[in-house]
């Protein structure tokens, strides 16, 4: 009887985890990195600590690696990369647990962004979880929920309102049931409102659109998934998940004592988000100084949005433009890899109750970002990563960079070559640059054949190499990270 080997392109390639924690200092620097940069490149990415099972790892639940550079007069003065300790890696490394509150006994190593705020860094992820403090040279100090001000679990991805400074969030949390929690923390780190509002389930919510006026919120057809998430639980909690698999999920919430249960012991590496293809896909706005009674919905056809761009008001309602993938999670359930997704512009009419659905390029991308100074604020130009399927036709391969000029119609796209593959980068200004597109870009780049990765600056209107630093090791694909500029 022949044995056979289950793989997976998640764990696999510049995908696969790397074990060693580095502390690097004087990084060799190509070229001239501008003199006016000073602060630290930080990106959050899934890295696992131990060895999943193949079978069922998903690329969203690795543990958190944030990887950082400290930049300043020209030099780049160490590279650190550092897990996330969660109580659970802290233990696999032979730790004491951090101190700090979790939310719902959901306690997770934050693997996805990583910001600063209020003079601290945080690791964040989505789902329930709270984010983890960070100190400046990337180690952790604890889950964190703003001084006891933050209730429940926060989100993957904030907005920071460039007039107020105030970071702006929608989080969910499959625990309460048809709702999703609307949040701003004010410029020293304090919540200082929160809005619930009631969406048609439990959907999976990675993001949303902040504009001058008001909040958009993607209530899409990615649903938290009974079944998968109570699959290999242990028997001890046959019961709880048993009830869990026959409640009306996300119609109400869940009890806290059977939430918590799942929460502390069904992450087994079963992603439970699944397509759920009748579940209305919709898109609501809120005034941001207004409630839930608020919103209006408008319908969309069914599609996931993990990524917009960005979003303006416009008389009579608000332009998006987002990343559209037509599905994900309905087959392939370890990575989104289900059609292309493009740049579309959604033109959301609420006089008339309609979205008008206009495509803006036909490449697969990934990972946009702009000049966040304009974010809520009609832009020109985006920056983003192409994307195309694996030999598999599975997980992505990121290769190429594109500049997106929304206002000419046209794109202009950098081809680093073969041997390459890209991360998101990060737009930054230039010293004293008032003009949208007059600064920089910033990301990591791989080498498959020196098996290596560095960061590389690029011109942001020419795309050209500026300056790259030469990491000692790889960096695994991973997904986002901040420019954090020095106090």
């Not at 289950?6 to 990195?33: A, K, M, Q």
């Amino acid at each position: 009887m022949t044995s056979m080997t289950t793989t997976n392109p998640y764990l696999e390639g510049n995908f696969g985890p790397v074990r060693d924690e580095l502390t690097v200092l004087e990084v060799p620097v190509t070229g001239s990195i501008p003199e006016h940069l000073d602060g630290r490149y930080l990106r959050n990415g899934p890295n696992p600590l131990g060895d999943p099972d193949p079978a069922t790892y998903h690329w969203f639940l690795g543990d958190g690696m944030v990887h950082g550079l400290r930049i300043r007069d020209g030099r780049v003065e160490w590279y650190r990369n550092r897990f996330v300790r969660s109580a659970n890696v802290a233990a696999a490394l032979g730790e004491p647990t951090r101190p700090g509150r979790i939310h719902a006994d959901f306690d997770f190593s934050a693997n996805t962004h990583v910001v600063g705020h209020a003079g601290r860094t945080f690791a964040i992820v989505e789902g329930g979880s709270r984010p983890y403090e960070l100190d400046d040279e990337l180690d952790t100090i604890g889950p964190c929920d703003f001084d006891g001000t933050l209730s429940g679990g926060y989100t993957a991805h904030p907005l920071r309102d460039p007039e107020t400074g105030e970071l702006h969030a929608v989080s969910y949390y499959w625990g309460w049931g048809n709702k999703v929690q609307y949040s701003v923390i004010d410029a020293a780190g304090r919540v200082r409102r929160t809005v619930d509002i009631e969406v048609g389930g439990s959907p999976m919510m990675h993001a949303f659109t902040l504009t001058e006026h008001n909040v958009i919120i993607y209530d899409l057809p990615v649903t938290f998934d009974a079944r998968k998430a109570t699959s290999s639980m242990p028997a001890v909690l046959a019961r709880p998940g048993a009830f869990l698999t026959n409640l009306a999920v996300g119609r109400r919430p869940v009890p806290e004592r059977v939430a918590k249960a799942v929460s502390k012991h069904a992450a087994s590496g079963v992603f439970p988000y699944s397509w759920d293809p009748d579940y209305r896909s919709r898109i609501g706005v809120m005034p941001r100084h207004g409630g839930a009674d608020d919103v209006r919905w408008v319908d969309v056809e069914p599609c996931y949005v993990y990524h917009p761009l960005n979003g303006y008001d416009v008389d009579g309602g608000v332009v998006l433009d987002v990343t559209r993938h037509p599905k994900t999670f309905a087959t392939e359930h370890r990575g989104p890899s289900e059609g292309h997704p493009t740049l579309e512009r959604w033109t959301v009419d609420l006089r008339a109750g309609k979205v008008i659905e206009e495509r803006l390029d036909d490449r697969g991308h990934e990972f946009p970002r702009m000049d966040e100074r304009l974010i809520g604020r009609r832009h020109r130009f985006g920056y983003s990563v192409g994307v195309n399927p694996d030999d598999a036709g599975i997980a992505p391969a990121f290769q190429d960079l594109i500049r997106y000029d929304l206002a000419a119609g046209s794109t202009n796209v950098r081809s680093f070559g073969d041997r390459y593959e890209l991360d998101e980068f990060v737009f930054i200004p230039n010293d004293g640059g008032s003009a949208e597109d007059d600064g920089v870009l910033m990301g990591f780049v791989y080498d498959r054949e020196a098996d290596r990765s560095e960061l590389t600056i690029v011109d942001a209107v020419t795309l050209e190499t500026v300056a790259s630093a030469s990491l000692p090791a790889r960096v695994p694909h991973g997904f986002h990270g901040s420019w954090v500029p020095s106090p």
